[in-house]
Antibody, heavy 125, light 109 residues
Framework: EVQLVESGGGLVQPGGSLRLSCVAS????????MSWVRQTPGKGLEWVSV??????????YYADSARGRFTISRDNSKNSLDLQMNSLRPEDTAVYYC????????????????WGQGTMVTVSS | QSALTQEASVSGTEGQKITLSCTGD????????VGWYQQVSHGPPKTVMF??SLPSGIPDRFSGSKSGTTASLTISGLQPEDEADYYC???????????FGGGTKLIVL
């Protein structure tokens, strides 16, 4: 079955760190673009970061809110995607989803075609 | 302020045809595939349209299109279970980021 399963969320104090993981089944994370997307309670979806496939050099990009504090990475041996979050702030409180960015039949990128169930991160003292 | 603009809410009656829109610019919607995601009661998003393709398991009453810098999601024959929040997203070349719309709350009357 093709699926994504996140883990690693929890309660952390401001300034603390947390590492999220997303294990993929049914496909290889090394061959496709993978992103983290978050959702603050009651608000909309916010993109956090993307890591490109090995074939595209594994380049990484971040939202302004994440740059310098979060690091996205991939463990091909575990077929997993990680997000190391440092210097956490209360405004980072959200459900974090990993998402696969597929390629359409016409060869276009841009849309997510698979989502995990999410993991909750709460930053509070 | 979201990079992509969506209606805040849309309502329709069962069986009606409704269209949701997602407006961006040439750096995003005009250049890349747009995804549409359904979110029921703040559960995980589910992709209901991938570019102009219907993912497996999604009813064919859902359809997608794009004209210039506006993408649309049409639901023909609205059903009570279609009541949800709908988000659109795509890649933005100038921002080097994926961007989302603010979401549309679809109410089935």
């Amino acid at each position: 079955e093709v699926q994504l399963v996140e883990s690693g969320g929890g309660l952390v104090q401001p300034g603390g760190s947390l590492r999220l993981s997303c294990v993929a089944s049914g496909f290889s994370v090394s061959t496709i673009y993978m992103s983290w997307v978050r959702q603050t309670p009651g608000k909309g979806l916010e993109w956090v970061s993307v890591i490109y496939s090995d074939g595209r050099g594994g380049s990484t990009y971040y939202a302004d809110s994440a740059r310098g504090r979060f690091t996205i990475s991939r463990d091909n041996s575990k077929n997993s995607l990680d997000l190391q979050m440092n210097s956490l702030r209360p405004e980072d409180t959200a459900v974090y989803y990993c998402a696969r960015e597929g390629i359409t039949a016409t060869g276009q990128r841009g849309a997510f075609d698979l989502w995990g169930q999410g993991t909750m991160v709460t930053v509070s003292s | 302020q979201s990079a992509l603009t969506q209606e805040a809410s849309v309502s329709g009656t069962e069986g009606q045809k409704i269209t949701l829109s997602c407006t961006g610019d040439s750096n995003n919607v005009g250049s890349y595939a747009v995804g549409w995601y359904q979110q029921v009661s703040h559960g995980p998003p589910k992709t209901v349209m991938f570019g102009n393709s219907l993912p497996s398991g999604i009813p064919d009453r859902f359809s997608g299109s794009k004209s210039g810098t506006t993408a649309s999601l049409t639901i023909s024959g609205l059903q009570p279970e279609d009541e949800a929040d709908y988000y659109c997203s795509t890649w933005d070349y100038s921002l080097s980021a994926s961007v989302f719309g603010g979401g549309t709350k679809l109410i089935v009357l």
